[in-house]
């Protein structure tokens, strides 16, 4: 159980061009996702979160014209990466929110990511 | 400021040599402190969660434990495949369930 995919694994992009990135929670529902990114030997880097039917928040320093996100079911989230720059070439990872309760801590689940090459 | 400290940053073990990681936390408030293990190139893989001081969770060669400042994961006569990094998260209250990672702890068992 408690199963996050992502579409595609791998992209290869022009500069300027827009890339949507998938997330999908398979088995569970969830409310809640969230978009990281990472660099190499580096820790995950929290860029936004995702509610369903709802606005995404986004963390300091993210661009929310640039990384826009879709929570359009209680299943799938997706980021667009708009007029993708070399720059934005990184590990992107979703994950997906488990809910235990109000009083338990929820486990965050993590899709496989997706490594984006901006050339 | 909620602070998550990873140490150390690598650890080269021998295959069977047991050993611990260790990570200390500063938070405001903890709902629960979770342990993931990163292969290369993919996305973090649930091992634990902790929620209180005392607790215990064991999974094959790995057990966590919790203070009410810090966890260690200990891993016992390690395998090869136990090479991976790993990281610790925090949730805090009113965090809407946002983690606080530490940077990880690289693992490497040699046979």
């Known amino acids: 159980g408690a199963v996050v995919s992502q579409h595609p694994s791998w992209v290869i992009c022009k500069s300027g061009t827009s890339v949507k990135i998938e997330c999908r929670s398979l088995?569970?529902?969830?409310?809640?996702m969230f978009w990281y990114r990472q660099f190499p030997k580096q820790s995950l880097m929290l860029m936004a979160t995702?509610?369903?039917?709802?606005?995404?928040?986004?963390e300091q320093g993210v661009e929310k014209d640039k990384f826009l996100i879709n929570h359009a079911s209680l299943t799938l989230s997706t980021l667009t990466v708009t007029s993708a720059h070399p720059e934005d070439s990184s590990f992107y990872i979703c994950?997906?929110?488990?809910?235990?309760?109000?009083?338990?801590?929820?486990?965050?689940?993590f899709g496989p990511g997706t490594r984006l090459t901006v050339l | 400021e909620d602070q998550v400290t990873q140490s150390p940053e690598a650890l080269r073990l021998q295959e069977g040599e047991s050993s611990s990681l260790n990570c200390s936390y500063t938070v405001s408030g903890l709902r629960g402190l979770f342990w993931y293990r990163q292969d290369p190139g993919k996305g973090p893989e649930f091992l634990f969660t902790l929620y209180s001081a005392g607790e215990e969770k064991e999974k094959e060669r790995l057990k966590a434990t919790l203070t009410k400042k810090e966890s260690f994961l200990h891993i016992t006569a390690p395998k090869p495949e136990d090479s991976a990094t790993y990281l610790c998260a925090v949730q805090v209250s009113d965090s809407w369930g946002k983690f606080q990672f530490g940077a990880g702890t690289q693992v490497v068992v040699t046979p």
């Open positions: 088995d569970f529902q969830a409310t809640t």
């Open positions: 994950s997906a929110l488990g809910e235990r309760g109000a009083n338990v801590a929820d486990t965050q689940y």
């Open positions: 995702s509610n369903e039917g709802s606005k995404a928040t986004y």
